[in-house]
């Protein structure tokens, strides 16, 4: 659920690494309490679905 909570930069419209869900999701990863799972290659639609999932 957090996941949809992400803040995103205002200009480019990514995730804000710096944001307060953003930590608490790479703290989460580094736990082992959820596993992050992206390629290079789906970085596009990793994007798209950050978009999608946003509430803005």
């Known amino acids: 659920m957090k996941m ?3 803040e995103l930069t205002p200009r480019l419209r ?6 307060k ?3 608490e999701v790479f703290e989460a990863s580094r736990a082992g ?3 992050v799972h992206a390629a ?3 970085v596009p ?3 798209r ?8």
Do not use: A, K, Q
């Not at 679905?49 to 803005?56: A, H, I, K, P």
């Open 4 to 6: 949809s909570l992400i």
């Open 33 to 35: 309490t959820i596993e």
């Open 45 to 47: 639609l990793l994007l």
């Open 21 to 23: 869900i953003m930590r």
């Open 14 to 19: 990514l995730p804000n690494p710096r944001g």
């Open 49 to 56: 679905f950050t978009r999608l999932m946003s509430v803005v």
């Open 40 to 42: 290079p290659t789906s």
